[in-house]
């Protein structure tokens, strides 16, 4: 019998994020994502979208699907089927407290990105309509494995113990395209709640605050440099590029610093991203306190290297980090380029795009 629409939906969704590693060479090289210092100049088409409003609408997504897929108590992986979304307020008091935590860090996370940051930033770049729409896609998909994977209602997932390499990379080649459900341990993601009271599993929700905080403080650096002078005044590069709005070429380009400037401080020092690699650090110390400590991973015999990676393809926090660095890491090496390219000798030779001292 076939899997219900939930699962495989639930399935289809974690393969698209799988494949998501494959499509980074054709974003680096093949186009840029339309929005902020790439967004189409003067573009006032119904194509085209308020940044703040398109960025609010794209992101809220995530945390609402989330919620309501983490508070759906069926089970996915049912033969007999089953709604997609049902939320229950009573499902949450009946997970273990460790997906709570992680549940309520989420949602934070969201609540500041869908709703804080674009109500209280200054007015962002317009944004062609494809972007939210493509950032609505990822978001629901998102939201609706990581509040399936923490409620536990995740298809069961195989078991990846091998005796043999050629084994274990079949198994990371089958996780890898693996979109039928597998009989196997049932509700993958519940932790046991005896980890609430171990250090490591607050050493990665630490971590998850310290990239939270760090994320923010780097964007706020740089919704600084958009802001206007208190009082509204108009400083002089500004008065300039009003001059010049004839239209020749060394104004368009006095018209794109009046509006970027190259960032320092914190970690701008070092990398040009720091706010992209202060998120990694958040969603990968998430990620780390969501698996380390279930059956899963705390086998008696030891995993091998390509038996924990067909096991952690199989887990929605992972697959959340690496279809997000996927994304975000070809942006990071254009905007690099683009910040090199604009600002010429102003911009440091020195800094790298996002890891210090490596890339």
């Known amino acids: 019998m076939a899997d219900s629409l939930p699962t495989t939906l639930y399935n289809l969704g974690a393969l698209s994020f799988r494949l998501s590693p494959l499509l980074a060479p054709i974003l680096i090289w093949g186009m840029d994502a339309p929005h902020g210092r790439f967004a189409p100049k003067n573009d006032q088409s119904w194509t085209s979208v308020h940044g703040n409003y398109g960025w609010l609408v794209m992101e809220i997504v995530s945390p609402l699907t989330f919620v309501a897929s983490l508070l759906t108590p069926f089970a996915l992986g049912n033969k007999h089927g089953g709604p997609i979304l049902r939320p229950t307020w009573d499902s949450f008091g009946t997970l273990p407290l460790p997906n709570r935590v992680l549940a309520v860090a989420f949602v934070l996370h969201y609540l500041h990105r869908a709703l804080i940051s674009p109500l209280t930033s200054p007015t962002r770049s317009r944004m062609h309509i494809s972007v939210p729409i493509s950032a609505i896609g990822f978001n629901l998909n998102n939201g609706f494995l990581l509040g399936a994977w923490l409620a536990g209602r995740s298809p069961p997932l195989p078991s990846t113990s091998s005796s043999s390499a050629a084994a274990a990379v079949g198994g990371a080649i089958k996780s890898f395209w693996n979109t039928q459900s597998t009989v196997g341990l049932g509700g993958p993601g519940l932790i046991p709640p005896s980890a609430i009271q171990h250090p490591l599993f607050w050493l990665g929700i630490a971590g998850w605050a310290i990239g939270f905080a760090g994320n923010i403080y780097h964007d706020e650096i740089l919704a600084n440099l958009r802001r206007k002078p208190r009082g509204g005044a108009t ?64 086998q008696q015999q030891p995993q091998t290297p390509l038996e924990t990676l067909s096991t952690l393809l199989q887990t929605p926090p992972f697959l959340f980090l690496l279809a997000e660095v996927s994304a975000m890491l070809p942006r990071a090496y254009k905007g690099h380029r683009w910040y090199r390219d604009t600002f010429g000798d102003e911009f440091p030779k020195d800094r790298k795009v996002v890891v210090p001292f490596v890339f």
């Open 235 to 298: 400083t002089t590069a500004t008065k300039a590029v009003e001059k010049k709005k004839s239209g020749d070429g060394k104004g368009k380009e006095d018209a794109v610093k009046s509006r970027y400037k190259v960032p320092h401080g914190a970690l701008f020092e070092y990398v040009s991203f720091p706010n992209y690699l202060c998120e990694w650090f958040e969603w990968a110390s998430f990620t780390f306190s969501a698996l380390y400590f279930l059956p899963l991973f705390q």
